[in-house]
């Protein structure tokens, strides 16, 4: 299983951002014996395609910190970071890692089943973070973006680590993240709510 859980930690990575986990695996394949890429996927560790992802990272973490421009980076992201989370489930779960030296055997020659997963689970991630995000920007009048983002970032970067040295953990950064997505649909009910009691207590005084 903890090539399941390999691959679950660097897809949730990719829902909060898409670039961060493919950048990890392709610096750590590159530069450490932490991860073993395997055939088909050694293109991550290649020094062009370790530039090109890092530029998209640096555009998405700006894009992400700023108000509005969030917004609209979250809906172009609903397609990139399901994609990245396919693409970061099949290379991590089919690695070798400091923790899985039989990868191959778990998931046998259904490959598309990973690449499947992956788009899934980023893509419900990616939900509970672009929902979350109108929610901080109303509550705090646009200045907790940057914050959010930040943590967001830091989050998706130690889920990307840790499926990799200590995939065990990822279960949680899971748990986190469901956590969080209560609290927004809480957060997003209460808020309906108030809309609703405001403008039903208004209806009479408009009559004087």
């Known amino acids: 299983m903890l090539e399941a859980l390999t691959g679950t930690g660097l897809a949730a990575s990719a829902g909060l951002n898409a670039y961060i986990p ?7 394949a590159r530069y450490t014996d932490l991860i073993d890429l395997p055939n088909g996927w050694g ?3 290649n020094g062009w395609t370790l530039l090109i992802l890092a530029l998209l990272l640096a555009i998405e973490v ?11 980076n979250d809906v172009v992201q609903t397609v990139v970071r399901p994609t990245a989370g396919g693409l ?19 998931f046998g020659s259904h490959q598309w089943v990973p690449i499947a997963a992956g788009v899934v689970i980023a893509l419900g991630v ?4 672009a929902a979350s995000r109108p929610v901080v920007n109303t509550t ?26 200590l995939p065990i953990l990822v279960l949680v950064g ?6 969080g997505g209560f609290w927004v649909v809480r957060r997003r009910r209460q808020k309906r709510a108030k809309r609703t009691q405001l403008s039903g207590s208004g209806a009479p005084h408009s009559f004087g």
Do not use: N, Q, R, Y
């Open 62 to 72: 700006v894009a992400d910190k700023v108000p509005v421009v969030d917004h609209v």
């Open 22 to 28: 493919l950048v990890t695996m392709g610096l750590l």
């Open 126 to 129: 990616h939900g509970v973070k």
């Open 43 to 45: 293109w991550l560790a």
């Open 174 to 179: 899971l748990l986190l993240i469901v956590i």
């Open 140 to 165: 705090t009048a646009g200045f907790g973006a940057p914050v959010a983002s930040t943590a967001e970032d830091i989050g998706s970067v130690l889920m990307a680590v840790l499926a990799i040295v």
């Open 88 to 106: 970061a489930f099949g290379a991590g779960s089919a690695s070798e890692t400091v923790t899985v030296s039989d990868p191959g055997s778990f």
